[in-house]
């Protein structure tokens, strides 16, 4: 895919929040929304280990961002490496034969390093890719792995927009809480943002304690069709229009309404 020159850059929002709160899904909810704009190239980042992105979204991977680090340390130990150039053209062909395309989507999973204490360079080395690849896109929609630790690894340094996810326990809320505490130091995003998901009758996000300067983006009913195709594996990209996903689309469209009001307004 060209590069293309996009004066603000692309629109990257990652999605992170504890594990079991539902943040593949709303990762998957996320890019098909912004995929539904055929005029627009989005990337989809699975950076959790567990890939179920690739699942949610119907994906099949062939080839793990691991899998080219891995070749790389071959071409090391072989010599095939030395000549920088050589190796440099080597790591641009095998990112992009990583890339799963789907219509206007392409997909890139992290995968899971074999070796015990792998993640520090594996983090490293996709932080790299990303920052390689972003600007051939419109959006790039990352799948956070849960919890702090890729923050911590500023592999979302480049991140232009944060999406914490939460569910209706206190547990989740407080490491959205501790999420954002750390991106504040480690992240330079423009805007962030708390989504609550799977919200049952009784509007349960307002008892929630306020994470003082971070908006409430929107709450995601608890809905069937999500658990449907969640259970079924059924691709997000084929599911119809439900409470799920239309909250979801009303949190995008606020993202992508701030991104291009800012762009417009320009500096200053």
Do not use: W
Request: proline fraction near 4%; charge should be negative; hydrophobic fraction near 45%.
């Amino acid at each position: 895919m060209d590069d293309m020159n996009r004066g603000e850059g692309p629109v990257i929002i990652a999605v992170c929040g504890k594990g079991g709160v539902g943040k593949t899904s709303v990762s998957a909810m996320i890019a098909r929304c912004l995929a539904a704009d055929a005029n627009k190239q989005l990337l989809a980042i699975d950076a959790d280990p567990a890939v179920g992105l690739a699942t949610a979204l119907g994906i099949s991977v062939r080839q793990t961002v691991d899998d080219v680090r891995n070749l790389i340390i071959q071409d090391l130990k072989s010599g095939q490496g030395k000549n920088k150039a050589e190796l440099m053209a080597r790591i641009d062909y095998q990112m992009l034969d990583t890339l799963a395309e789907h219509g206007n989507t392409a997909f890139l999973a992290i995968g899971r390093p074999e070796d015990e204490g792998c993640y520090c360079r594996l983090n490293s080395f996709l932080r790299a890719m990303i920052a390689k690849l972003a600007h051939s896109f419109d959006y790039v929609v990352i799948d956070a792995e849960a919890g702090i630790e890729q923050i911590n690894r500023r592999v979302m340094e480049m991140v232009t927009h944060l999406i914490l996810v939460s569910d209706g326990s206190l547990k989740s809320h407080n490491v959205a809480g501790m999420i954002a505490g750390v991106a504040k130091r480690y992240a330079a995003f423009r805007e962030i943002g708390l989504l609550v998901n799977r919200c049952r009758p009784g509007d349960e996000k307002n008892r929630l304690p306020s994470l003082g300067d971070i908006p409430m983006l929107g709450a995601i009913p608890e809905d069937d069709t999500i658990r449907e195709f969640d259970a079924a594996g059924k691709p997000f990209f084929s599911m119809p229009s439900c409470a799920a996903l239309r909250a979801v689309e009303d949190a995008v469209a606020g993202i992508i309404g701030a991104a291009k009001t800012a762009a417009a307004s320009g500096p200053g």
